[in-house]
């Protein structure tokens, strides 16, 4: 299963809850990163300034740590991705890996959420947590970002028929008991 949607739309505080219902490790680019950084690591060093900036880290970068990550023991029997793919080239990454694996994907969960309101989640983040990529600057950044790049594999996942589009307002877990009820209409 995939969660794909705009910065602020919630995907990472879902994630975690999606991981527990289904017993798999959620598996979030974007905290592998910040782990990374945080750590001072040859890959932090690598990344910190395109996460900074808001920019996305290069393809090459992002599709090694999903391949070595979905190797690890844990990620046999599922996972969850937070935050990728988020390009087109990501995508025909994963379905290599997919398809090497033998398996396929059962779901593309979108979390819609409206501009305003994601740019108030993140301004919110960042008066309590000060992550750098937070700022008002950098968040407008990464949204155009994502529409230029991300927004358009709903397309690609649509013509798949996987994605369950679920809308990202209202609280936590309002938001959850939607997202487990479109999965299970699908029979996820
Ligand atoms: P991410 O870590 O994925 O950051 P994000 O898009 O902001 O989402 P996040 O999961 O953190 O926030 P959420 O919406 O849950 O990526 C960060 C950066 O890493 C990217 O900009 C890029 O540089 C790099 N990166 C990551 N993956 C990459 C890839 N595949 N390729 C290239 N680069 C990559 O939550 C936001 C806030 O809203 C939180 O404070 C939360 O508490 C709040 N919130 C959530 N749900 C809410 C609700 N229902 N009501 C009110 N508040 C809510």
Redesign the pocket.
């Known amino acids: 299963m995939l969660?794909i949607?705009?910065?602020?739309?919630?995907?990472?505080?879902?994630?975690e809850r999606l991981s527990e219902a289904f017993d798999v490790p959620a598996i979030?680019?974007?905290?592998?990163?910040?782990f990374n950084v945080k750590n001072d690591t040859a890959l932090g060093l690598q990344?910190k300034a395109?996460?900074d900036?808001?920019?996305?880290?290069?393809?090459s970068?992002?599709n090694e740590i999903?391949s070595d990550r979905l190797q690890k023991p844990d990620a046999v029997q599922g996972f969850l991705l937070?935050?990728?793919?988020?390009?087109q080239e990501?995508v025909l990454e994963l379905d290599r890996l997919l398809e090497a694996d033998g398996t396929a994907l059962d779901a593309v969960v979108l979390?819609v959420?409206d501009t305003e309101?994601?740019v108030a989640?993140?301004l919110?983040?960042a008066a309590?947590?000060g992550?750098a990529?937070?700022t008002a600057d950098?968040i407008r950044h990464?949204l155009a970002?994502?529409e230029e790049q991300t927004a358009p594999l709903i397309d690609i996942y649509s013509s798949r028929g996987l994605v369950v589009t679920v809308d990202?307002?209202?609280?936590?877990d309002?938001?959850t008991g939607r997202i487990l009820e479109a999965l299970a209409q699908r029979g996820v």
């Open positions: 969660l949607g705009p910065p602020g739309a919630g995907k990472g505080t879902q994630a979030s680019t974007g905290d592998i990163f910040r990344v395109f996460m900036a808001g920019a996305y880290v290069p393809d970068l992002t999903v937070d935050g990728y793919p988020r390009t990501q979390i959420a309101e994601v989640r993140l919110k983040r309590e947590q992550r990529d937070d950098v990464r970002v994502y990202g307002l209202g609280a936590v309002e938001v």
